[in-house]
């Protein structure tokens, strides 16, 4: 592994996949998510960590709304993210139009802990991704 200068602040060039191997979720945050056709979908607001397993749980995405107002979130699995260095975004194979009916949630109104696992069995299931604690 060779130590290059960052495209963003920590991070170390990877010799496998697009972009660096290590970055800080501060630098990810506020990165679009557009599609194959380059259709924005919303942008990162947050980057959620499964602390016991030590593993990126999923990223939050914004979107929906006008100008941030009224946006809805959505919990989408990290592996259904892939990220695109060169632009400074993170893609989604999907059509827009799958968003309509995703499982979100309100800013307001944050799953519970006690929702943790359903969440993620609906997130998963919806997005067709692996689930990453399996």
């Known amino acids: 592994m060779t130590i290059e200068t960052p495209i963003r602040p920590m991070s170390v060039k990877s010799s496998e996949g697009p972009g660096p191997r290590l970055m800080t979720a501060s630098t990810l945050t506020g990165d679009d998510v557009v599609n194959r056709l380059n259709q924005k979908l919303g942008t990162v607001t947050e980057i959620m960590l499964d602390v016991p397993r030590g593993r990126i749980a999923y990223a939050v995405m914004a979107g929906g ?10 919990a989408l699995p990290w592996t259904a993210l892939t990220l695109d260095t060169a632009r400074k975004c993170f893609v989604m194979d999907v059509d827009a139009a799958r968003f309509d009916n995703a499982p979100g949630f309100d800013k307001d109104h944050w ?14 299931s919806y997005w067709g991704s692996p689930r990453y604690w399996e």
Do not use: M, T, V, Y
């Open 111 to 124: 799953p519970s802990s006690a929702d943790f696992d359903l969440l993620h069995e609906q997130i998963h």
């Open 65 to 74: 709304g006008f100008l941030g107002i009224g946006d809805k979130l959505f």
